[in-house]
């Protein structure tokens, strides 16, 4: 039995024992006076009759007469005159009239009040005794009423005790309640804190639980904070912060094979023009200050257009990659002045040429990089301020205007999406879910999302694209009855009309929604944290698991989201490409696989080539693996 029920139960016995007590002595005490009250009644009656009798002519007519007037007021039950040797003289009796009182009520009562008696005297000899009985109807009556007066009384006090018992016990179960939640959510690995209630004890416990969560939390932060600062060791150079050259290219490589709005963008390459002169004029250090702000520079002008990512190539070379960006003459002004504000009141003139060049999905590496070095070599002859686009790899648009690209995806949309199923995998080679990249049928073939999503962004079909792939998923569960993950974009998660109409299809099909995988970017998530909130908060009640992709670079502020209900992590395939061979990533693999296991989160390393990448995440303790070298009936720890 629960705590609340027993103090319910307690009160209610309080009760009903403070009800029976007060009621059983109020009417026992009104019994006893009522009857003390109807024997003095009686025998004063009698007395004052007697008294009366004894000073009146004693003929039978004159005494009949006046026990008939006595009896007839009403008030008696019996009287009775009998001589001295008991015959009797004259007597008049009634039965009891207790007609508005129960019956039950008068056999519990049961007044036993004797006659009053009383002699008449005959001048200086008896004349007679007599017997009087008060009638008890009105005895009854008044403690009838007198006893439903305390019982309504009780009633209205019990009311308002119940009712202060009420706020009692609200007051008490809702801190009972926010410790019990706690609990579960420490048992959950979340690390939640509530306020301390004002009940002393309940305080205690709460302050107590509070201690152990920010304890928790902040281990696990610090725990967080030194793979970080390893991961940066490892991927970031050590003067401008920004991705050393391996780094860069190998997020360089997963954009090209990128299945989302990633795989499409615009790549430019800075170089900081006669860095051995201006090291000899400045000195080492002013010279690295000088690099640090320029990849500082680039790494700003990376976020404001969104997922911009920097990496140093070579001493003075720095490489920009800004995924979803296409506007190449926007792009080249906007870039332009941003090196015009680097170059303005500098102790020496600073050369700053710059080249950029498009990419799309399926682009060779080693082909843009090459057409980025002739380009920056040609903006180099042209001066310091040189700034060229570079001839791309010739690619065939699928559409030529911005009409004939809405045209064509709403009427892809409309006619089906296709989902593609890549597994991933455990330890045991099962199956956890199938990634499912979405597919449009476009110009008569089913085109990857790389192809499209830069054209769903532009034109704000972020919206309908997404349910169209909810509404497949559900399709598909429902045929397959296997797991489906499926991504969802940044633009969604942030319109309510979406979550909601997300939260409707869900509700009406738990059997599916407890198999729906739901993927977010990790850069989502950590930038706008509200509306993932929102969107955590609408999604985990109805069973589906929430988790991140890509996850890397911001590792560190996963442990602020650990109240969220996190399911699973995709730690990006920069972390996992060729782990086998790095003791350092290997390192920071299996803290990250540890601090996920401590927040209760599955930890799955993407862009896996490899079954020998494979074995060695499941070593390091990662809980499943995806990518191009990972198939179904593959049991990699086997």
């Known amino acids: 039995m629960s705590?609340?029920?027993?103090?319910w139960l307690t009160i209610g016995i309080l009760l009903l024992l403070a009800f029976g007590g007060s009621l059983f002595i109020g009417v026992s005490s009104s019994r006893a006076y009522i009857e003390q009250e109807v024997r003095i009644k009686n025998a004063d009656n009698a007395n004052a009759l007697a008294l009366t009798m004894s000073q009146m002519p004693k003929d039978p007519v004159t005494l009949e007469l006046l026990i008939a007037a006595q009896f007839d007021t009403g008030h008696y039950r019996q009287i009775e005159l009998r001589d001295p040797?008991?015959?009797?003289?004259?007597?008049?009796?009634?039965?009891?009239?207790?007609?508005?009182?129960?019956?039950?009520?008068?056999?519990?009562?049961?007044?036993?009040?004797?006659?009053?008696?009383?002699?008449?005297?005959?001048?200086?000899?008896?004349?007679?005794t007599l017997t009087l009985e008060s009638q008890h109807s009105y005895a009854y009556r008044s403690l009838w009423r007198s006893s439903l007066e305390l019982v309504g009384w009780f009633a209205l006090a019990g009311a308002l005790s119940l009712l202060l018992a009420w706020w009692i016990v609200r007051t008490i179960r809702r801190p009972l309640r926010n410790v019990v939640e706690q609990a579960l959510h420490i048992g959950d690995r979340r690390f939640t804190t509530i306020p301390a209630p004002r009940t002393r004890e309940l305080r205690e416990v709460v302050l107590a639980m509070n201690q152990l969560s920010a304890a928790v939390r902040n281990m696990l932060g610090e725990e967080s904070q030194k793979l970080d600062l390893l991961r940066r060791r490892l991927q970031h150079d050590g003067v401008t912060g920004v991705l050393k050259r391996e780094a860069f290219l190998a997020q360089l490589q997963i954009h090209l094979e990128s299945q989302d709005s990633r795989a499409s963008g615009t790549l430019a390459l800075v170089r900081l023009a006669r860095l051995a002169e201006i090291n000899e004029r400045l000195g080492h250090r002013d010279t690295d200050a000088l690099l640090k702000e320029l990849a500082s520079g680039l790494d700003q002008f990376g976020k404001v257009l969104g997922g911009g990512v920097v990496g140093r190539l070579n001493g003075s070379?720095?490489?920009?990659?800004?995924?979803?960006?296409?506007?190449?003459?926007?792009?080249?002004?906007?870039l332009g002045k941003r090196l015009a504000a680097l170059r303005e009141h500098r102790q020496v003139p600073l050369g700053l040429?710059?080249?950029?060049?498009?990419?799309?999905q399926g682009n060779q590496m080693n082909e843009l990089l090459a057409s980025l070095d002739g380009a920056l070599s040609s903006a180099e002859i042209r001066g310091d301020t040189g700034l060229v686009i570079a001839q791309g790899p010739q690619r065939r648009s699928l559409f030529t205007s911005h009409d004939e690209w809405r045209r064509a995806l709403k009427e892809a949309m409309a006619k089906g999406i296709y989902l593609a199923h890549y597994p991933v995998l455990d330890k045991?080679?099962?199956?956890?879910?199938?990634?499912?990249?979405?597919?449009?049928?476009?110009?008569?073939?089913?085109?990857?999302a790389g192809i499209f999503m830069p054209w769903i962004s532009r034109l704000e079909l972020d919206r309908q694209l997404d349910l169209a792939v909810v509404d497949e998923a559900v399709r598909d569960i429902t045929q397959r009855g296997k797991p489906l993950g499926i991504n969802i974009s940044a633009a969604s998660i942030q319109d309510a009309r979406f979550v909601m109409e997300l939260q409707a299809r869900l509700r009406s099909r738990p059997d599916v929604a407890e198999r729906l995988w739901l993927e977010i970017p990790e850069s989502m998530a950590i930038h706008d944290l509200a509306s993932f909130r929102s969107l955590c908060r609408a999604l985990q009640p109805l069973g589906c698991k929430l988790g991140l992709e890509h996850v890397g670079a911001e590792f560190t502020r996963i442990a602020d989201l650990q109240d969220l209900g996190l399911a699973y992590l995709k730690?990006?395939?920069?972390?996992?490409?060729?782990?086998?061979?790095?003791?350092?990533?290997?390192?920071?693999?299996?803290?990250?696989?540890?601090?996920?296991?401590?927040?209760?989160?599955?930890a799955i390393g993407e862009g896996v080539v490899n079954l020998e990448e494979a074995r060695m995440l499941y070593e390091l303790g990662l809980d499943g693996a995806t990518g191009p070298g990972i198939r179904q009936h593959d049991k990699p720890a086997g």
């Open 85 to 128: 040797q008991g015959e009797i003289i004259e007597q008049r009796s009634a039965g009891e009239a207790i007609e508005d009182v129960p019956a039950w009520f008068v056999d519990l009562v049961d007044f036993d009040v004797p006659a009053g008696q009383a002699v008449i005297q005959d001048g200086w000899r008896q004349f007679g």
């Open 353 to 360: 040429p710059a080249a950029l060049v498009d990419y799309a």
């Open 571 to 602: 730690i990006d395939g920069s972390l996992v490409k060729d782990i086998d061979q790095s003791a350092e990533q290997q390192t920071i693999l299996r803290g990250m696989a540890t601090l996920c296991h401590s927040l209760g989160i599955l």
């Open 428 to 448: 045991k080679g099962e199956l956890l879910h199938f990634e499912s990249p979405s597919r449009l049928r476009l110009n008569s073939e089913w085109q990857p």
């Open 317 to 334: 070379d720095f490489a920009l990659l800004l995924p979803d960006a296409h506007d190449l003459e926007q792009l080249r002004h906007e």
């Open 3 to 7: 705590l609340i029920k027993q103090l």
